[in-house]
């Protein structure tokens, strides 16, 4: 492009780091405009958020996860005042409240509460203007049964429960209620304060709850809450329900709408077995009294072990046939084969111990423990299987306190069903298992709509929220920052892996004579690794299923599947080697402070916590795939409360490729349709390569200037590219024939990269399509993510590119971009012209580098309606996401491949090869 002009630009990586330490100077804040411009926006944010800061996009931030305030100002009572209990309204009210309900079972009390959060969408005029011309009501949100917040799983053991209540009371647990449209404010004295429970505790402590608390427990039933858990856990989570073969973990789709009948077996201290045949309905069909306390108790009078884990640890290093007889004790080390019994088929559980002339001392703890344990699950497992088979049921799930997401376990129910059912039947185990009773007792509060959640409305996230040694129950979730940072600081100092040893099976030993061979891997051998596999789980009722999804139940959003190992530590390699210089950004944005230091050293501690435990058990938190990966470090920066940490760098590239833009515009309106088509996909390509989530790209960033690298990249542009359909695409553009196509009605971009990206690339091909007549919708990101560009930030790029640029005047003007910045800077000077056809921005509704198009804003899901056009961009949302992803209408994704790996892996090219494919309406 000889005609941009090399301009006076800094190289990319000159002085960043001054600049960025300058940032917690206001002054150079407001000199930039941009950052102020936004926050004033923020200001008609009708929260009143006292003590708080408010980010980028007017959010609040918290800095102290302190005790919920309640916000009194405005408050009315609804209804009739004369009431002895009438409603408040606390119009007002911003911070947490949250309610609570508890399983308070023998050895651990499960807590569910709920904390709800602010409306956090800042309802300026260009969403409004956005909204009614997309046909979004304001007040859908009323349509909502219940308010968005965040659901979480906090165990304790029951011998410890005045941690437990001294929990409760600092969060003030007990206070909060809500019914489904208004906050019920609580009397000071709370005398009638009830939370729901359930589990013996809810009888024998009922007094103490009264007593330390001052409120009174409702007592649920167990089996009522247990389904009524496992039913809403089994509709409402994507990856709850897992099967788990042979020390291998797979996650189990299950179709809400073919969910009953299943049988449901809770093994406590005894077993219960229900089949449930819908919400509310379910029969105990049976039970056994061998169950968890079987195994504990009588381990424990054998062993001489403390605790229950313990026991299961000892039974890790077990081998059983030195107590179990086996088939081919019996028949001279032969199988007998006749009725399909292997030689190391346990023939009598603990029936060597008759022959042999041993006492209980010349046994080794280990051999029985894992002797116990083997009896007691392949019993449960073909109970179970035979009432499966005496009610026609194919899907048996498995939950209660014995099973702990201990891997051995898990895999000797499994085979006993397997065997026994000779494949017919599954057992199945659920992730929240241990939570079943308290999610049931939680369901249990009236009108809180949680029946009505789907899978789309809830995101599961891992915060680094408490202290855990691995394997054990741990205490409350740190809501403090600054406890959170101190936390991770002992932690360090005391030298502790963060993820716990894992206990190792001798090889040849563990699991040798079964049924067959039940052969759990010793990576997976971890007890009560569920300790670590719930995350909290934010309930966002705005979130949909993009529309335009050709198949939504197929749909599959990760193109890398990293429970391939390889792939998992290859890119646990490229984050890793990434993260001293995604610190040194971060830091930076935040000033370069002590205290922006502190956090960004627990920042990279809590993130290689999470890649070491995800290396160690890859299913940990759900099914893996490279966008979660990406995902969970933009959340973990978020925690440490890094809120945009590459705002300066994004700043700096749209102000340079601003100033280059009216060159462009000037060289593409010479050229004739084709070669301006070209150039313009050329362009997309070219701009794509500034990338600061790449490692290969930000090398590149120390050789030149932005523009410098931009030249160099358009000038590697020669077609064919490694995937070119842009013949395709430019024959449904531009016809063939001398035969102009229709226009397509409305396109859909998905942006992806701050600067050059959005300004030289996508902006133009949006003015193209807005020159056919072609409604061109912007889509970008809710909150930062790297540098791609956020849709709070693209109105004020947009209106800067529209001061160059009547086509982009007018659409934005018609789109309500331009709210007041367009009205007297315009070329010439003619005011807007509401018959062009609109530009709009709207958020995705996430804050990742890649999307998940089954969790998508209403707003965008509102876009997509009238849209014959996806254009994903980026590698993110183009490759590492939806490669394969098929739509209802046409889609064309376009990226450059950043990373040599996945250029071979994915399109068999090279590093900087580039993807255009067009894809026809399916
Ligand atoms: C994070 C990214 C997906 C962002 O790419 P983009 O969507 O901006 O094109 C990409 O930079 C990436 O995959 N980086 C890690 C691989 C690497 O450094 O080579
Ligand atoms: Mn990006």
Not at 206 to 214: I, M, P, Q, T, Y
Not at 463 to 486: C, F, R, V
Request: glycine residues 8%; proline residues 4%; charged residues 25%.
């Amino acid at each position: 492009m000889a005609g941009l002009n090399g301009d006076p630009f800094l190289r990319i990586d000159d002085n960043i780091e001054k600049l960025q330490y300058n940032n917690n100077s206001k002054e150079v804040i407001d000199k930039e405009g941009l950052v102020v411009r936004i926050g004033e926006d923020s200001s008609n944010n009708k929260n009143n958020n006292q003590g708080g800061e408010k980010d980028m996009a007017g959010n609040s931030i918290h800095r102290s996860g302190s005790r919920p305030q309640l916000d009194l100002s405005k408050a009315e009572i609804q209804g009739n005042s004369e009431e002895r209990d009438p409603t408040i309204l606390l119009p007002n009210q911003t911070d947490d409240i949250s309610h609570l309900a508890l399983d308070i079972g023998g050895s651990l009390i499960k807590l569910v509460y709920f904390s709800r959060h602010e409306d956090q969408s800042v309802d300026d005029k260009r969403k409004k203007t956005v909204k009614e011309r997309l046909g979004i009501s304001n007040g859908n949100r009323r349509n909502f049964p219940i308010l968005g917040g965040r659901l979480h799983f906090v165990k304790f053991e029951t011998s410890k429960l005045n941690e437990c209540l001294d929990f409760i009371s600092s969060k003030q647990l007990h206070r909060g209620r809500i019914d489904s449209h208004h906050w019920n404010s609580e009397a000071p004295a709370n005398e009638n304060a009830v939370i729901k429970a359930t589990g013996g505790g809810a009888y024998k402590f009922a007094d103490l709850f009264k007593e330390r608390l001052g409120v009174s427990i409702d007592k649920e039933d167990e089996m009522d809450c247990l389904v009524a858990g496992a039913n809403f856990l089994l509709k409402a989570i994507r990856h709850e329900a897992f099967t788990h073969m042979e020390g291998h973990k797979e996650f189990v789709q299950i179709d809400h709408n073919d969910l009953f009948p299943y049988l449901l077996v809770n093994i406590g201290s005894g077993v219960s077995i229900i089949k449930v045949d819908g919400d509310g309905k379910f029969q105990r069909v049976s039970g056994t009294n061998v169950g968890g306390g079987t195994y504990w108790g009588l381990g424990r009078l054998l062993t001489k072990c403390n605790s229950f884990d313990e026991l299961l640890e000892l039974s890790q290093r077990g081998d059983n046939r030195t107590i179990d007889m086996l088939v081919g004790d019996i028949y001279g080390g032969m199988d007998y084969s006749k009725i399909g019994l292997s030689a190391s088929t346990i023939a009598s559980s603990f029936g060597k111990a008759i022959s042999d002339k041993k006492e209980l001392q010349d046994y080794r703890p280990e051999d029985i423990s894992l002797s116990l344990l083997r009896m007691i699950s392949y019993n449960i497992g073909q109970i179970s299987y035979l009432n499966a088979l005496r009610f026609g049921l194919k899907r048996i799930f498995f939950g209660g306190f014995f099973i702990r997401g201990h891997a051995y376990t898990m895999d000797t129910i499994s085979f006993a069903v397997h065997f026994w059912s000779k494949g017919e039947a599954q057992a199945m185990f659920l992730r929240h298992e241990g939570f079943l009773g308290a999610v049931g007792a939680f369901m249990s509060y009236q009108k809180h709509g949680l029946d009505d959640l789907m899978v789309h409305h809830l995101v599961e996230r891992f915060p680094m929220g408490a202290p855990y040694t691995g394997g054990k129950i741990h205490g409350p979730p740190l809501g403090d920052l600054n406890e959170k940072i101190s936390w991770m600081e002992k932690f360090v100092l005391k030298g502790t892996e963060i993820t716990a040893p894992v206990p190792m099976a001798p090889p040849g030993t563990t699991g040798l004579g079964g049924f067959e061979v039940p052969s759990s891997r010793g990576a997976t051998l971890r007890s009560d690794a569920s300790a670590l596999n719930v995350g909290v789980l934010h309930l966002v009722p705005t979130l949909e299923v993009f529309p335009l999804l050709a198949d939504p139940k197929m749909y599959e959003p990760n193109t890398i599947d990293l429970s391939d190992h390889k792939e998992l530590e290859y890119w646990f390699t490229v984050l890793s080697e990434h993260l001293p210089d995604l610190v040194d950004k971060a830091v930076a944005s935040e000033g370069g402070t002590d205290d922006a230091k502190r956090r960004g050293d627990a920042f990279a501690r809590a993130f290689s916590a999470h890649l070491a435990r995800l290396m160690e058990e890859p299913a940990a938190y759900g099914k893996l795939g490279l966008a979660n990966l990406l995902e969970l470090r933009e959340e973990c920066l978020r925690e440490f409360q890094f809120l945009d940490a590459y705002r300066s760098i994004k700043q700096r590239e749209n102000e340079a490729s601003l100033a280059v833009l009216p060159d462009l515009l000037l060289e593409l309106d010479h050229m004739d349709e084709e070669t301006r088509l070209l150039t313009l996909i050329e362009g997309v390509l070219a701009a794509n390569i500034f990338d600061w989530g790449s490692r290969a790209c930000v090398d590149l960033y120390h050789k030149g200037t932005i523009i410098e690298i931009y030249r160099m990249s358009r000038n590697k542009m020669q077609r064919p590219w490694r995937v070119d359909d842009f013949d395709l695409f430019k024959e449904r553009m531009l016809g063939s024939e001398g035969k102009k196509p229709r226009p397509h009605k409305r396109a859909l971009l998905f942006v992806d990269n701050s600067g050059a990206d959005i300004v030289l690339g996508m902006l133009p091909l949006a003015r193209e399509l807005l020159r056919c007549g072609t409604e061109v919708v912007l889509v970008a990101n809710s909150l930062p993510a790297l540098n791609d560009v956020t849709a709070m930030e693209l109105p004020d790029i947009v209106a800067e590119a529209a001061k160059h640029c009547d086509i982009l005047r007018r659409a934005a003007e018609a789109g309500g971009l331009l709210v007041d910045a367009m009205n007297n800077n315009t070329l010439d000077g003619s005011r807007g012209n509401s018959s062009s056809v609109p530009l709009m921005v709207v958020e995705n509704g996430c804050g990742s580098p890649c999307i998940d198009l089954r969790q998508v804003s209403s707003e965008l899901a509102a876009a997509a309606k009238h849209a014959d056009l996806v254009i994903l961009e980026g590698m993110g949302r183009a490759l590492h996401t939806n490669f394969n992803a098929r739509f209802k209408c046409e889609a064309l994704k376009l990226a450059m491949v950043k990373n040599q790996r996945l250029a071979e892996k994915l399109i068999k090219g090279k590093i900087y090869d580039c993807v255009c494919r067009y894809e026809p309406a399916t």
